[in-house]
Structures are given as structure tokens and as C-alpha cells.
């Protein structure tokens, strides 16, 4: 190849490579390439996957009118929609004396001899088509074929470049766009939360201090069955509350800005093993917690996250003899073969169906019935969504009957 053809190669490749609009890009080098090849029409036709035509782009070398008369091209016709059709280069050479239909159209505006390359995309699907042809010579060379060729390449890769970085671009304004509906719809859902709960709140106040107010004055006056009906009604407010609490603490997870520093989890694990041993003395259950275990994460969140787990760990082991609970962390292979630890929570209760497995984050999904364990069914719920805010991802395993293990990281 020719300094000055190498030359212009590269001038078209960078300015291919540096534009943003399609039509200008590809007539400043169409116009370069007919200057130097002495050519005297271009066409690039692009394919319309809706209207399953080919429809121009850009030409040079025929009057604006005739150009808007051949705007949209059926596949199969003429030069350019054969191409297209068959996804085959076509020169066409003796244009003038030629018999081929095909060059009837370019033939109209006095060319002599044409190229049409197709314009391949990804997996050899055809997207178009640039053609060049010249009034002044019914032949090409091979030197002049392979310029256009290289051109051609450069033109595709160009413009699925444009194409991918607008579908990007599109993506990523229409992410945006969902993101602030979302939002929308999360403060709306919040704020419904809040005033659901501030709502109900007094009533069951009332509610509950009345129903204790009938049991300690008029007990000896209830017989047995209206002292069991008392007692469910003062039960039921107040799971009613812890559940409005509950709801109160995972919408406003959202909201709350993530703090990390460095969270000594075994101190906080052993605060809250603490903690259940004192509300519920007459319990033995064996706590096992590793020493020296420690997290980059939001203190505070942490210790909700704790709290749940050990709470449920807790409550499942009540009907075990010798409950056992762990507390540790292992490491696993990241996909990108670095280490990262995984701390996990783990207890020898009843266990659960693992088919099940991912349902047990879900807001008050239950594997168990409240006659067996008491719960609102939102303590795993909030577990996920911290998890999630640390960009760590959450996991349980078991089987019945031989306990359960919750693992999670924190990204």
C-alpha cells in the first residue's frame, strides 16, 4: 500500500474513531476517499430492522431531490440492495455497456464502474452498505478495491461503536430515570409506613393498656374463658407493636447513611449472647463465638444484624436439648480468585426445607408456624437489606432437623 493511501487510512481511522454523529462522520470520509480514488458518487445505506428496508444515510455526487426519491431501498434491488441482501461485496465494472440490471439506477447518473461493500456488525450481521462509484473510468484497480474494503471496515466498526455507546447512553438515562421514579416510590412507601404506624400506634396503645386494666381490676369477676380471651388480646397488641416497630426499622434502612468502620464482631456478638441469657436465665444454650473477629461495616447496622440472627438462633434452639449456637467466618474465592471472609450464624434448631432457602429473606415469609415460634417475620427481611446496603450478599443453609447456618459478606 501507498504511503499517502496509508496515510489516509489513518486520517479516517481517527476520525472515525474520535466521532459522536454518524451522518457527518461518514461523508467527511466518504469525501476523502472519492477525492482520492477519483470517485464521483458515495452511498451508505443503513439497515431499518422496523421497516425492514435499507434507508440512506449519507451520499454525495446526486442532487438533494434525487437522493430523498431513493431514500428507502428494498433489499434485492439494485446494487446496493443486493449487497445488502446477500452480504457479498458486488463490483460492477463496463457499467455503461453492461447488461446487468442491477446497475440500472447508478448506470441513471453516469457511472462507469461501482463498488458496494456491506457493512458487517456483530456475528456477520449486515447493517448497511457504502458504495463509491466514478464517472470517469470503467474500471477499478485491486489497490482501489482494497481501500474501499479497509474504509468499509473502518465505517462499521465506527458506527457499532455509536451504535453500543447510544445504547449505553440510553440505558443509563433510562437507569437514572428509573431510579428517580423508584426513589419516588420508596419515600411515598416510607411515608405511608410511618403514618400507617404513627396511626395505629395510639388505638393499640389504648387497646392493650385497657385490656390491662380489666385484667388487674376485674379478674376475680372473669371466669376462665374471658381471662384467656383477655390474655390473647394483650398478646396480640403486642406483637401488633413489635411488628409496627419492626416495619418502622426496615423503612427507614433506606434512608440511613452508611457509617463503616472497623466493628469488633465478636465483642458485639458476645454483648448480645449477653443479653438473651439475661432475659431468658432458665436457658442453657452452649454460645460458641470465634475470637477475634472483626468487619469493615456501619457499627450500629451490625449490631441490628446480629441481634436478628442470634435472636432467631436463640428462639429456634428453645425446643432442643443442648442448644448449641456458633458464631464465626471462613473464607471463600472471590470470582476474581482474591479471598474474602464470610461471617456466619449457626444453630442446631429445627432447621428448614432448603428448597425454601431464598423465601426466608422475604418480608414476613415464615418456615414455621407462630404456634411453634413466636415472630413478625421481618427480622431476616431487615438482615437482607443491611447486608445488601454493605453491597455483601446473604444465604442460609440447613435441613430439617439438622439445624441452620445464615452466612453473609459485606462487599
Known amino acids: 500500500m501507498s504511503l499517502n493511501r496509508f496515510e489516509l487510512l489513518t486520517a479516517t481511522a481517527g476520525e472515525l474513531l474520535q466521532s459522536t454523529e454518524l451522518q457527518k462522520v461518514v461523508e467527511s470520509v466518504c469525501d476523502k476517499v472519492m477525492e482520492h480514488l477519483e470517485c464521483h458518487v458515495f452511498f451508505n445505506f443503513l439497515i431499518d430492522e422496523q421497516a425492514g428496508k435499507l434507508r440512506l444515510n449519507a451520499s454525495a455526487g446526486v442532487p438533494e431531490e434525487e437522493a430523498r426519491r431513493i431514500e428507502w431501498l428494498d433489499f434485492g434491488v439494485a446494487v446496493c440492495g443486493c449487497a445488502a441482501r446477500d452480504a457479498q461485496r458486488i463490483v460492477a465494472e463496463h457499467i455503461p455497456t453492461s447488461p446487468d440490471e442491477r446497475t440500472e439506477l447508478v448506470k441513471s447518473y453516469g457511472v462507469k464502474a461501482y463498488c458496494c461493500h456491506p457493512l458487517i456488525g456483530p456475528g456477520g450481521k449486515v447493517i448497511g452498505t457504502l458504495s463509491f462509484g466514478t464517472m470517469s473510468r470503467e474500471t477499478f484497480s485491486e489497490s482501489d478495491v482494497a481501500l474501499m474494503k479497509a474504509v468499509s471496515d473502518q465505517v462499521s466498526t465506527a458506527m457499532v461503536r455509536m451504535r453500543n455507546e447510544r445504547d449505553v447512553l440510553k440505558l443509563s438515562e433510562d437507569m437514572a430515570?428509573?431510579?428517580?421514579?423508584?426513589?419516588?416510590?420508596?419515600?411515598?412507601?416510607?411515608?405511608?409506613?410511618?403514618?400507617?404506624?404513627?396511626?395505629?400506634?395510639?388505638?393499640?396503645?389504648?387497646?392493650?393498656?385497657?385490656?390491662?386494666?380489666?385484667?388487674?381490676?376485674?379478674?376475680?369477676?372473669?371466669?376462665?374463658?374471658?381471662?384467656?380471651?383477655?390474655?390473647?388480646?394483650?398478646?396480640?397488641?403486642?406483637?401488633?407493636?413489635?411488628?409496627?416497630?419492626?416495619?418502622?426499622?426496615?423503612?427507614?434502612?433506606?434512608?440511613?447513611?452508611?457509617?463503616?468502620?472497623?466493628?469488633?464482631?465478636?465483642?458485639?456478638?458476645?454483648?448480645?449472647?449477653?443479653?438473651?441469657?439475661?432475659?431468658?436465665?432458665?436457658?442453657?444454650?452452649?454460645?460458641?463465638?470465634?475470637?477475634?473477629?472483626?468487619?469493615?461495616?456501619?457499627?450500629?447496622?451490625?449490631?441490628?444484624?446480629?441481634?436478628?440472627?442470634?435472636?432467631?438462633?436463640?428462639?429456634?434452639?428453645?425446643?432442643?436439648?443442648?442448644?448449641?449456637?456458633?458464631?464465626?467466618?471462613?473464607?471463600?474465592?472471590?470470582?476474581?480468585?482474591?479471598?474474602?471472609?464470610?461471617?456466619?450464624?449457626?444453630?442446631?434448631?429445627?432447621?428448614?426445607?432448603?428448597?425454601?432457602?431464598?423465601?426466608?429473606?422475604?418480608p414476613f415469609h415464615r418456615l414455621h408456624t407462630e404456634n411453634?415460634?413466636?415472630?413478625?417475620?421481618?427480622?431476616?427481611?431487615?438482615?437482607?437489606?443491611?447486608?445488601?446496603?454493605?453491597?455483601?450478599?446473604?444465604?442460609?443453609?440447613?435441613?430439617?432437623?439438622?439445624?441452620?447456618?445464615?452466612?453473609?459478606?459485606?462487599?
Do not use: C
Open 372 to 411: 411453634e415460634f413466636e415472630g413478625t417475620g421481618i427480622g431476616l427481611a431487615i438482615v437482607e437489606r443491611i447486608i445488601r446496603r454493605h453491597n455483601g450478599r446473604v444465604w442460609a443453609e440447613g435441613e430439617v432437623g439438622k439445624g441452620a447456618t445464615v452466612y453473609f459478606t459485606l462487599g
Open 177 to 362: 430515570a428509573r431510579n428517580v421514579e423508584l426513589e419516588e416510590v420508596n419515600l411515598e412507601l416510607e411515608a405511608f409506613i410511618y403514618s400507617v404506624s404513627h396511626d395505629l400506634r395510639a388505638p393499640l396503645r389504648t387497646m392493650s393498656s385497657f385490656a390491662g386494666f380489666l385484667g388487674e381490676d376485674y379478674s376475680e369477676r372473669l371466669d376462665d374463658q374471658a381471662r384467656d380471651y383477655l390474655s390473647r388480646i394483650i398478646r396480640s397488641s403486642a406483637k401488633m407493636s413489635r411488628l409496627i416497630e419492626d416495619l418502622l426499622d426496615l423503612s427507614s434502612l433506606s434512608r440511613r447513611e452508611l457509617r463503616r468502620a472497623e466493628t469488633d464482631i465478636t465483642a458485639l456478638a458476645s454483648s448480645i449472647a449477653s443479653a438473651l441469657r439475661e432475659d431468658d436465665p432458665e436457658r442453657t444454650v452452649e454460645v460458641l463465638i470465634e475470637e477475634g473477629l472483626t468487619a469493615s461495616s456501619d457499627p450500629s447496622l451490625m449490631e441490628s444484624v446480629f441481634s436478628n440472627l442470634l435472636g432467631n438462633a436463640w428462639k429456634f434452639t428453645s425446643k432442643t436439648p443442648n442448644g448449641r449456637i456458633e458464631v464465626g467466618m471462613i473464607r471463600e474465592i472471590s470470582p476474581i480468585g482474591l479471598t474474602r471472609p464470610v461471617y456466619f450464624v449457626k444453630d442446631n434448631g429445627p432447621g428448614f426445607d432448603p428448597r425454601y432457602a431464598e423465601k426466608m429473606f422475604q
